[in-house]
């Protein structure tokens, strides 16, 4: 069984800048990408990371829009070529902004081009309780490691409607760091669903856009921070709708969502109540990935792992390092698990040094 000086586990942002900074520090990196199963799809962790679920990215720096058809279709290989869709081209002479598909497989490519080796299997137990640690795959094989990179990312908790699936870059959202900007929600109504802080910090961010915020919460009261709420309540745009669930999420493909029809949780015998939108921001929480270690590495209270020096990715594990949304509960943007991705990849390598 080969040693192997750095697995990095995940192929989102924060994994192949990880892979890129090892390839090139001549530590020869393995990259154990995740498995295209229907278990992944069903929990949001397909290979390639949650990038590559997204259309246009629109403020990861490099990427203004051009006509990117000739760079594209010379850097990402033929066989991965579902990465660049047509519209992601745009038409001949149009200008377009880099899909999310493309812009996670240039990364990729850029890793693979200096020597980065990938398994397409998912790691499904690890053993960090000695060195060299033991990562057991899909696949059935162990594959021993002087160090690691979790790069695992995590996942959005979203509502589980059909019609949340259907308008999906239509109008509905995880993110509004990501979307909110976007001409379609620009001086109209917006729906936020959830009560905790990250819900009321995206209803604040999105009233720069949109013409009103409204925020539904199940509850009668929010769980967010007394401050986070109060600020929320003094914001003329944000209006709250108490104990109000979506039911279905309103729109026509052409023009994506218009609305949203609510069910009160206080009773079934409560009225619908219906509110037009252009779009619903879901945010009901995230799930870092971080199951297929089994409580290997000792995680937040939120269940990010747990960084042990500051400034730095260490984990509670001394030669096990954590990049991207695994560990980020504050940021989350594919700009900053890349850069994390890359402090993980020096730390691994300062760590293999200082080990001989
Ligand atoms: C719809 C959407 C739109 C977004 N738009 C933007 C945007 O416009 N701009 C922006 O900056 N950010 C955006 N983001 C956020 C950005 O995508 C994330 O911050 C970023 O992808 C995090 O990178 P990561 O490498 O940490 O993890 P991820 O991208 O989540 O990748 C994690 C990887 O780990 C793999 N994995 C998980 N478990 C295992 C396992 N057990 N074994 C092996 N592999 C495993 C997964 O397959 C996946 O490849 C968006 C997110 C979403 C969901």
């Known amino acids: 069984m080969a040693l192997e000086n750095v697995v990095i586990i995940g192929s989102g942002p924060a994994g192949w800048t990880a892979a890129i900074y090892a390839a090139r520090a001549a530590l020869n990196p393995l990259v154990i990408e995740g498995a295209l199963t229907p278990e992944n799809q069903e929990a949001g962790t397909l290979p390639m990371g949650q990038l590559a679920t997204t259309t ?20 990402i290989d033929e066989e991965r070529s579902y990465a660049i869709p047509p519209e992601g081209l745009g038409a001949p002479g149009e200008k377009i902004g880099i899909y999310g598909a493309a812009l996670i497989e240039l990364m990729r490519k850029q890793a693979l081009n200096f020597g980065t080796r990938t398994v397409d299997e998912d790691v499904v137990s690890v053993d960090f309780g000695k060195r060299p640690f033991a990562l057991s795959v899909s696949n059935g094989e162990t594959v021993l490691a002087r160090s690691v990179v979790v790069a ?11 019609s949340e699936e259907r308008f999906k870059n239509n109008g509905v959202s995880a993110c509004a760091v990501c979307d909110g900007a976007a001409p379609r929600f620009l001086n109209r109504p917006i729906v936020v669903i959830g009560g905790g802080d990250t819900a009321l910090e995206d209803a604040e961010y999105l009233t720069k856009f949109a013409s009103k915020v409204y925020v539904a919460h199940r509850r009668d009261e929010l769980r967010a921070s007394k401050a986070a709420a109060e600020r929320a309540k ?4 944000i209006e709250f709708l108490w104990s109000r669930v979506p039911a279905e999420i309103l729109g026509t493909d052409a023009e994506g969502v218009t609305g949203v029809r609510l069910a009160s949780t206080r009773s079934p015998e409560e009225p619908t109540l219906e509110v037009e939108a252009s779009g619903v921001f879901v945010a009901i929480g995230r799930r870092p990935n971080v199951a297929f270690l089994g409580g290997a590495l000792e995680l937040t209270e939120h269940g990010s792992i747990k960084r042990t020096v500051p400034f730095q990715t260490n984990t509670s594990v001394e030669g096990v390092f954590a990049a991207g949304d695994v560990a980020d509960e504050r940021y ?8 994390d991705g890359a402090r993980a990849a020096l730390d691994a390598e300062r760590f293999l040094i200082e080990k001989g």
């Open 234 to 237: 003094r914001n003329p745009k």
């Open 56 to 75: 246009v990215v629109e403020n990861y720096p490099g990427f203004p829009v051009g006509e990117l058809g000739g760079y594209l279709q010379t850097a």
């Open 152 to 162: 695992t990312g995590a996942s959005a908790r979203w509502l589980g409607l059909p």
């Open 332 to 339: 989350r943007q594919a700009i900053v698990a890349a850069g």
